[in-house]
């Protein structure tokens, strides 16, 4: 079992910046693609931000294009996501995941068929 740690949540105003980390604690991100995930109630969880597992392709839906940034740091074995220009609209529990398929090359839609989850870091944007 793959363990997935998220951290880097909290209270913001509009406008401000959070950036968030995800480790996975005993085994390596290297091969493997990951993502970010918000939890949307009654819909389950909708990608924010995914990076293949060599950091060529990324997947920034439209509504975060611009301000949501994804990287994979390899060496300290630590995916980030950045969030500028928070809105009160990005308010959510924000998951990370590592894909379990090895090496997947490309990452549309954040289309993971099996991943290990996060417990979760809440993200709230107060307008």
């Known amino acids: 079992q793959v363990q997935v740690a998220e951290s880097g949540g909290g209270l913001v105003q509009a406008g401000e910046s959070l950036r968030l980390s995800c480790t996975t604690p005993?085994?390596?991100?290297?091969?493997?693609?990951m993502g970010w995930f918000r939890h949307v109630p009654g819909q389950g969880r909708e990608g924010r931000a995914c990076?293949?597992?060599?950091?060529?392709?990324?997947y920034i839906p439209d509504d975060v294009k611009g301000r949501f940034t994804v990287t994979k740091d390899n060496a300290n074995n630590t995916l980030y996501l950045q969030m500028n220009e928070l809105k009160p609209d990005d308010t959510g529990m924000y998951f990370c995941?590592?894909?379990?398929?090895?090496?997947?090359?490309?990452?549309?839609?954040?289309?993971?068929?099996?991943?290990?989850w996060g417990q979760g870091t809440q993200v709230t944007v107060s307008s």
């Open positions: 995941a590592r894909d379990r398929k090895f090496r997947r090359v490309g990452v549309r839609r954040c289309s993971f068929e099996s991943v290990y």
């Open positions: 005993g085994s390596s991100i290297d091969d493997y693609a």
């Open positions: 990076i293949d597992w060599n950091g060529r392709s990324t």
